[in-house]
Structure formats: C-alpha cells, structure tokens
C-alpha cells in the first residue's frame, strides 16, 4: 500500500465520484444512554444525544471532535453495536430487520481495539472477513474468497505479515491487518473507528488515500478521526462533536471554522490555507498546556 496525492483541491472541497444520491444509511434522533437504573435510583447517563445523518455512496464521512464527544459511540449506533433510541435505516430498513449475516454483508465494523488473545496467522483473521459470504456448508475458502483475501491484504499494506500470528506484530502491523479483514468483508459500506490511531505518517496517509479510492469505487466510508488536517484534507463532509451531541455538519473548512473548533475542543484556533493549498491551522494550547500546535 502506497500513499497517494488525493485530497482537497486548492479551490475547496474534495470531488466526490459521480454516484446515485440516494443515502444508504440514515440515522434520525439516534440517542444512546447507559448505566443502571431502578424504582428509587437512576445512574444512566445519556452519552450520544439525538444524533442525525446520512451517509450517501461514494463518500467519505468524518467524524471529528474531542474525547468523550461520543464519536465512537455514534459509529456503533450506525453499526447496530450498542443499544439506541431512535432510527438507523439501512437502505430503507431498519437494522432490526436485517438477519446479522445480511446485514454484515452490506456494513462493516471495524474497531479501535484490534487485541487478538489467539495466535491467528494474519492471513486466517482477514479469512474472517469472509465468514458472512460463507456457502451452505459454512465455507468461505473458494478460490474467489482467496482472491478477495489477498486483494484485501494488499491494499491495507499487509501481505508481508501473511505467515505471521498476530500476537507477535505490532499495534500498527495489527491495525492494517483489522483493516483488511473489513475489506475482505467486501461490503459496500465501511464504519472505521480511529483507522490511523496506531499509524506512522506513511502508512496513515495511506489509508486515508485507500478511503478515497473505495469512494472512487462507490463505497460509503465513515470514520472517526482525529487528526483535523487530514480530515479536511481528504474527507467529503465532516460530523463535529461535542458533549455527545452533532453541533456541526458539512463542508470540512465550514464545520473547521475558527469558532466550531474553539467551542468544541475549547481552543483558540487561527485557519488558513498553506502553501500546498490545503486547509491547515494554528492553536494556542489551553493554560497550562504546552507549545503551539
């Protein structure tokens, strides 16, 4: 896997392909709360707070905001993983009316803890991915899954660990094989929660580049990021959280305004456009904090 060049042209907002603008995923009022509760008490906490959106074929969704926004929480909910108020609607249904296997086969999850307690080969556990195109016999090793696998290894960057049990590779070299697992899931929407988190520059900036060649292919990709550069840079549209709540929603450079950032992340921000012509920013740390970011 190779970094690419894709991104936001110096004139503004990424070119989305030309696909049907009709949404795949639609969420509306989605809330999520937690903890206990009985006849006298309550200790539920209300963690992501009527959350709207839509995710349309072949573009690229950011989710960015502060820690605790409720970012990962939101992705979940997308991914029928957590219980929630509200709708999510996948192609015009419910997720409640999809059966697992159907459903796996149109959205796939991938997340940010990416610890295996078995010695898999990498190779097996991108095999996993396939276990929702299994045959009447429950196998998925015909020579199109194989195909598909290996496909899927190469364009995450990880065919080289292939042979190797994922126990002994690092977070990184474990990231890229989690990554192609969902991509030998072979679905035409893909949640990604904090894909880069464990990445080195080269292998982030391929990712984010891979993100953009499967919207280029007419795939859905959402993802939580944080890093706000890369996410103008090569996201569609972008989602901005806070205090489990969507407060922004749109163009990359209008939801990274100066006042969305300082309100969300409690900052002093100045944006501009650097040499490259790429969106980019200066903040000033809170009191107490460090240098210039």
Same mark, same amino acid.
Request: hydrophobic fraction near 45%; proline fraction near 7%; glycine fraction near 10%.
């Given at each position: 896997?190779?970094?690419?060049?894709?991104?936001?042209?110096?004139?503004?907002?990424?070119?989305?392909?030309?696909?049907?603008?009709?949404?795949?995923?639609?969420?509306?009022?989605?809330?999520?709360?937690?903890?206990?509760?009985?006849?006298?008490?309550?200790?539920?906490?209300?963690?992501?707070?009527?959350?709207?959106?839509?995710?349309?074929?072949?573009?690229?969704?950011?989710?960015?905001?502060?820690?605790?926004?409720?970012?990962?929480?939101?992705?979940?909910?997308?991914?029928?993983?957590?219980?929630?108020?509200?709708? &999510?609607?996948?192609?015009? #249904?419910? =997720?409640? /009316?999809?059966?697992?296997?159907?459903? *796996?086969?149109?959205?796939?999850?991938? $997340?940010?803890?990416?610890?295996?307690?078995?010695?898999?080969?990498?190779?097996?556990?991108?095999?996993?991915?396939?276990?929702?195109?299994?045959?009447?016999?429950?196998?998925?090793?015909?020579?199109?899954?194989?195909?598909?696998?290996?496909?899927?290894?190469?364009?995450?960057?990880?065919?080289?660990?292939?042979?190797?049990?994922?126990?002994?590779?690092?977070?990184?070299?474990?990231?890229?094989?989690?990554?192609?697992?969902?991509?030998?899931?072979?679905?035409?929407?893909?949640?990604?929660?904090?894909?880069?988190?464990?990445?080195?520059?080269?292998?982030?900036?391929? &990712?984010?580049?891979?993100? #953009?060649? =499967?919207? /280029?292919?007419?795939?859905?990709?959402? *993802?939580?990021?944080?890093?706000?550069? $890369?996410?103008?840079?090569?996201?569609?549209?972008?989602?901005?959280?806070?205090?489990?709540?969507?407060?922004?929603?749109?163009?990359?450079?209008?939801?990274?305004?100066?006042?969305?950032?300082?309100?969300?992340?409690?900052?002093?921000?100045?944006?501009?456009?650097?040499?490259?012509?790429?969106?980019?920013?200066?903040?000033?740390?809170?009191?107490?904090?460090?240098?210039?970011?």
């Amino acid at each position: 896997m190779t970094a690419t060049s894709h991104g936001t042209p110096a004139s503004g907002v990424p070119n989305m392909p030309s696909v049907p603008n009709v949404p795949r995923l639609v969420a509306a009022g989605v809330s999520v709360t937690v903890g206990p509760s009985g006849r006298r008490w309550d200790h539920r906490v209300t963690i992501l707070r009527n959350a709207s959106l839509e995710v349309l074929p072949g573009e690229f969704l950011g989710i960015v905001g502060p820690n605790g926004a409720g970012k990962s929480t939101l992705l979940r909910a997308l991914g029928g993983l957590v219980p929630f108020s509200g709708d &999510v609607l996948l192609d015009g #249904r419910p =997720l409640s /009316a999809w059966k697992p296997r159907d459903m *796996a086969r149109e959205l796939a999850f991938m $997340a940010q803890d990416t610890h295996m307690s078995f010695a898999f080969t990498a190779e097996e556990v991108v095999r996993m991915g396939r276990h929702p195109h299994a045959d009447a016999f429950g196998t998925a090793d015909s020579e199109r899954d194989l195909r598909i696998v290996r496909d899927a290894m190469d364009r995450a960057g990880c065919t080289e660990h292939a042979m190797k049990p994922v126990t002994a590779l690092s977070g990184g070299e474990r990231q890229r094989v989690m990554l192609a697992r969902v991509l030998a899931q072979d679905t035409p929407i893909l949640l990604l929660d904090e894909p880069t988190a464990s990445l080195d520059i080269h292998h982030a900036l391929s &990712v984010y580049g891979l993100a #953009r060649e =499967l919207t /280029a292919e007419g795939r859905a990709v959402v *993802a939580v990021l944080h890093d706000l550069r $890369a996410a103008a840079r090569f996201c569609h549209r972008l989602l901005l959280m806070r205090d489990g709540a969507i407060v922004a929603a749109g163009d990359p450079e209008e939801v990274l305004h100066e006042g969305h950032i300082a309100y969300a992340f409690q900052v002093s921000a100045h944006t501009f456009r650097n040499p490259a012509g790429y969106w980019d920013f200066h903040a000033d740390p809170p009191p107490g904090g460090g240098n210039r970011v």
